[in-house]
């Protein structure tokens, strides 16, 4: 990969005919660029991985709903992709790969067994829609599955080596870390890791009134109101700047501000959910250019050192990007033990976070009167979020950020005894006194319990019904933004 990290073209033998004659780009290609436009990637992305015109790759996407019509009833190879993907099945099968990618971004382990069991269960939710006059059958097997496969292009993620625990990698992977540290004398402002998480940015306790309102609207569940948040720094200490990704790419609130003014980098996708596209926009577009600036700013070597766990969202050919930076990936399973941000500073970030958010519900009720907590809530918007994100990220320390790293490193025995002066539980104590101060002068009757879970939320399975329904509101969402470019 060249460093300016363009990947090669993968279909450099298609030539373009005229514009109309759309038929000389056969169907697999055509589905190609409308899954990678639907996974966020963007048109003129595309159109030069391709070797295709903008325009082409538009009218593509524009008539993508008549053209997966017609993959139904073709013949030869292309057949493959929708092959029995009819009636229940077929919707059975969409919302079964929405539950697949939500669990691989929750990083919860899946199997075989699971998803055929994940799939029985919503074919029948499905089928108990449809009433008594449905007469499908689903199975599930192993077959099925396997075709499944093919269709959606899914692969298992990567899997650990045999006959070796979790305990001895991370003790083996201890040992080869330090090694090439000490090989390659990287210097403690040149180590870095990052780390994905997800901000449920409006949720309130369930046990308040604005929690149980909030559910009773019509469309409404908490997950519409997540975003992915890419969180890191290095061994010193230094904190990168957040990186955002929400569901919609032109908010309302952004009305008259140029994103490019925001204290993070914001990004967007339909789900809301980084992928491999936005992950390698992310080191390519930001945190390469910012190191660059932050090694020039300290007078050291650009010469980086990126320490990652094994999601999916990683891609694995990150460490060939650019020259000057070093990808080490974690063994799998040990992200818990091992990884720096999963070491507190994350949950540190979120309790500051909802202290930012309820202080600032404080504020705005003293200025006047009149506004109520219902209707702060329903106000508060991704602009505001983005600012507390800000807020609450600077107010993560230093000793925090280097604290992270204890569990990781071998080396640099004087940033090793000032691990000692951090201490991740009493500091989350303290906040979580602060944000009950805060929540209980707004009426709101909760406990230290309630705050905990707010914090430390777990991100648990989707239900079938909230698979049905974020599947719906994904399809509304992708007319809207049709009929917005045929506007254009």
Not at 23 to 38: Q, S
Not at 174 to 201: A, C, G, H, M, R
Not at 407 to 431: A, M, R, T, W, Y
Not at 435 to 455: A, G, H, P, R, Y
Request: with cysteine; glycine share 4%.
């Amino acid at each position: 990969m060249s460093p300016k990290g363009k990947r090669k073209s993968s279909s450099t033998s298609i030539k373009e005919g005229r514009k109309k004659k759309r038929k000389t780009i056969n169907l697999d290609l055509k589905m190609k660029i409308i899954k990678a436009h639907d996974e966020g990637k963007k048109v003129n992305l595309i159109a030069q991985e391709e070797g295709l015109a903008h325009s082409t790759i538009s009218t593509i996407l524009k008539d993508k709903e008549r053209i997966k019509k017609a993959i139904k009833g073709a013949s030869g190879t292309d057949a493959i992709i929708t092959r029995h993907r009819t009636g229940l099945i077929h919707e059975t099968e969409k919302l079964l790969l929405l539950w697949i990618e939500d669990q691989i971004q929750k990083r919860i382990p899946i199997s075989l067994s699971l998803i055929q069991a994940k799939a029985r269960s919503i074919f029948t939710t499905l089928k108990d829609r449809a009433g008594q006059e449905c007469t499908e059958v689903f199975t599930a097997s192993r077959g099925w599955f396997m075709r499944f496969q093919r269709r959606f292009n899914y692969h298992s993620t990567r899997k650990s080596r045999k006959g070796v625990s979790v305990d001895e990698a991370a003790k083996r992977f201890l040992d080869e870390l330090n090694d090439i540290i000490v090989k390659e004398s990287y210097l403690p402002e040149q180590i870095f890791n990052v780390e994905e998480t997800w901000l449920f940015w409006k949720k309130m306790p369930e046990q308040t009134y604005i929690h149980e309102e909030a559910k009773a609207v019509p469309g409404y569940k908490t997950f519409k109101e997540r975003v992915t948040l890419l969180l890191g720094g290095n061994v010193s200490g230094f904190k990168l700047k957040p990186f955002l990704v929400h569901k919609s790419g032109n908010h309302r609130a952004f009305k008259n501000i140029c994103k490019r003014t925001l204290p993070i980098y914001y990004r967007s996708n339909q789900k809301a959910w980084m992928t491999q596209v936005l992950f390698e926009d992310w080191c390519m577009n930001c945190f390469i250019p910012q190191v660059k600036e932050y090694c020039l700013q300290k007078k050291i070597p650009f010469k980086i050192l990126l320490l990652l766990d094994n999601r999916p969202v990683h891609p694995p050919y990150l460490h060939n990007i650019y020259p000057d930076v070093k990808v080490v990936y974690l063994p799998q399973n040990t992200t818990s033990l091992l990884q720096p941000m999963d070491q507190g500073a994350i949950t540190i970030f979120k309790a500051y976070y909802l202290r930012a958010m309820f202080a600032k519900a404080v504020n705005v009720m003293e200025e006047d009167k009149r506004v109520t907590l219902r209707e702060f809530w329903k106000n508060y918007n991704i602009l505001h979020c983005i600012k507390n994100i800000a807020a609450a990220w600077q107010d993560v320390t230093m000793k925090c950020m280097q604290g992270a790293w204890k569990k990781c490193l071998k080396c640099f025995p004087v940033l090793v005894n000032n691990f000692q002066g951090f201490d991740h539980s009493k500091d989350l104590d303290e906040i979580n006194k602060e944000i009950l101060t805060l929540m209980k002068s707004l009426d709101l009757e909760v406990s230290v319990e309630d705050v905990k879970s707010l914090i430390a939320y777990s991100e648990g399975e989707l239900s079938n019904e909230d698979l049905i329904e974020l599947k719906e509101e994904l399809e509304a969402r992708r007319v809207k933004e049709e009929e917005e470019e045929e506007e254009e």
